[in-house]
């Protein structure tokens, strides 16, 4: 699936990498590209496991952690000021993590470890985009992105390949599209904003997931997950909240 996608993917968007050939071609922070690509595989490989073996809600709620992950990350690798309540607000998000994950009712489900594997690979592919920031456009982001994601998952793919069926296909077809849409506006919005401010936006995925897997699946979130994703958009929310009268507050020296 992470092959289609990204094979989908090229196609969906080669009229506009073929129109900005020239700056793709120059790359600025070549590096950063690559390691996103790295990481890239390692939340969707991640991310498309959990849902296989776990609850898509409790597969959502974890993942979710990435925003914790990544505004840790972004206070110690970009030094964004993170206030003494927002890391409050994080602890208690990761709380929510933990219940959900189940540590101590006969250890830890390998389906939530796995998912919780893919929030950290998000949360740095969250602080690579932001370190190059200002640097690339936002197609030469994803281009070389996109490429080392091929390079690195068609030599696994291929010997497990089966041919998908008409109906696969349309699905597969529809994921690219959803998938090449996602992943542009995440980048541009990533390049423009700071990541504990972007970040906690992914929890809008937890309602809509749940939603899916109570209507297509009858998938009845449990009393774990319940309490944990309540934590876990707690949390988000206060972040959301602190962030927007953190801009809305001017600096003292424009206040004197």
């Not at 990544?70 to 206070?75: N, R």
């Not at 281009?143 to 349309?170: R, S």
């Not at 390049?191 to 504990?196: D, F, I, M, P, V």
Request: glycine share 8%; proline share 5%; hydrophobic share 60%.
């Amino acid at each position: 699936m992470v092959f289609v996608r990204q094979i989908g993917a090229f196609i969906l968007m080669a009229p506009i990498y073929w129109r900005l050939r020239a700056a793709i071609a120059r790359p600025q922070r070549l590096g950063l590209h690559l390691f996103r690509g790295v990481t890239a595989i390692g939340a969707m490989t991640c991310g498309l496991t959990a849902v296989i073996l776990i609850p898509l809600a409790d597969a959502t709620a974890i993942q979710m952690a990435e925003v914790l992950f990544a505004t840790a990350f972004a206070a110690v690798f970009l030094r964004e000021v993170v206030s003494h309540r927002q890391w409050l607000a994080t602890v208690i998000g990761f709380v929510g993590v933990v219940i959900m994950i189940r540590p101590f009712s006969g250890g830890f489900e390998t389906g939530g470890l796995i998912a919780l594997a893919g929030a950290v690979c998000g949360a740095l592919t969250m602080i690579a985009l932001r370190m190059g920031a200002g640097h690339d456009r936002v197609e030469t982001v994803t281009f070389w992105q996109g490429l080392m994601v091929l390079a690195v998952i068609t030599p696994i793919a291929l010997p497990f390949w089966v041919w998908p069926t008409a109906f696969e296909w349309k699905v597969l077809a529809a994921m690219s599209v959803a998938f090449t849409i996602g992943q542009w506006l995440f980048t541009a919005a990533m390049r423009l904003g700071e990541t504990a401010a972007i970040a906690p936006l992914n929890y809008v995925r937890l309602i809509m997931m749940a939603g899916v897997g109570w209507a297509l699946y009858a998938e009845v979130p449990t009393w774990p997950t319940v309490i944990g994703a309540v934590l876990i958009i707690g949390s988000a929310t206060f972040t959301l909240r602190m962030n927007a009268r953190a801009r809305a507050t001017p600096p003292a020296s424009e206040t004197t």
